[in-house]
């Protein structure tokens, strides 16, 4: 019963190079949410989209744009990847009771 | 400002021993607050919510507005019970969750 499915569950990238990380939900949730994961720093919100074509910045936006053009999917960009962009990635949709995450993307730039 | 603090980032118990982890907030209106709990290899998941007020697994939490608290809870922890734990805040209105640094429990044989 997978609810949010991340499409790659490890990247490997060079620095520089353009990164696409989808995400799909089937919950038909209007909100949904990029964080990053970080030990010792815990989970950090990258991005949030209330709706299609809306978005709003997080805590850490820099370097990161997203998209949202149909409302199961939301897709988080790194324009030039760099090696401090190194992290787990984690996507999420929530109703108003809870929020439902995917495995996750382990990106790793070199 | 909107804040989670998690002061532990490592608690080791026996198992049969009870278990505390501590959650301190910073908001200035009434928030939702949430344990979100992820097992070895397996997705971050919903716990409890404070709104609910079950216990799961064992685990109770209390929201303390005084003391803006909401620390989580188990009288005798398991070897099962060794995961990473976040506690999280939603301010009212929003759908966006704020989370702490989270604390890993390692429950010890």
């Known amino acids: 019963d997978v609810k949010v499915t991340q499409s790659s569950r490890y990247l490997v990238k060079r620095t520089g190079e353009k990164v ?4 799909v939900q089937d919950m038909d949730h209007e909100n949904m949410f990029w964080y990053r994961q970080d030990p010792g720093l815990g989970l950090r919100l990258i991005y949030f989209s209330y709706d299609v074509k809306m978005k ?3 805590d850490i936006p ?4 997203v998209s949202r053009e149909k409302k199961e999917r939301f897709s988080l960009i790194l324009e030039s990847a760099s090696t401090n962009q190194t992290s787990m990635y984690l996507c999420a ?8 995450f995917g495995q996750g993307t382990r990106l790793t730039v070199v | 400002a909107q804040r989670v603090t998690q002061p532990e980032k490592l608690l080791s118990v026996f198992k049969g021993a009870p278990v505390e982890l501590k959650c301190n907030y910073s908001y200035s209106g009434s928030p939702e607050l949430f344990w979100y709990v992820q097992y070895s290899r397996q997705r971050l998941q919903l716990l409890l919510r404070h709104i609910s007020r079950e216990s799961i697994k064992g685990f109770t939490a209390d929201l303390n507005k005084g003391e803006t608290s909401f620390h989580l809870k188990k ?5 099962e019970d060794s995961a990473m734990y976040y506690c999280a805040l939603r301010p009212s209105g ?13 429950v010890l044989a």
Not at chain 1, 20 to 23: A, G, M, N
Not at chain 1, 93 to 100: G, H, K
């Open chain 1, 56 to 58: 709003e910045k997080g």
């Open chain 1, 93 to 100: 949709s929530a109703s108003n009771t809870e929020a439902f």
């Open chain 1, 62 to 65: 820099e370097g990161y744009s």
């Open chain 2, 94 to 106: 929003t759908y966006k969750y704020i989370f702490g640094t989270g604390t890993r429990l390692k």
């Open chain 1, 20 to 23: 696409f990380l989808e995400c």
């Open chain 2, 75 to 79: 009288p005798f922890a398991q070897e």
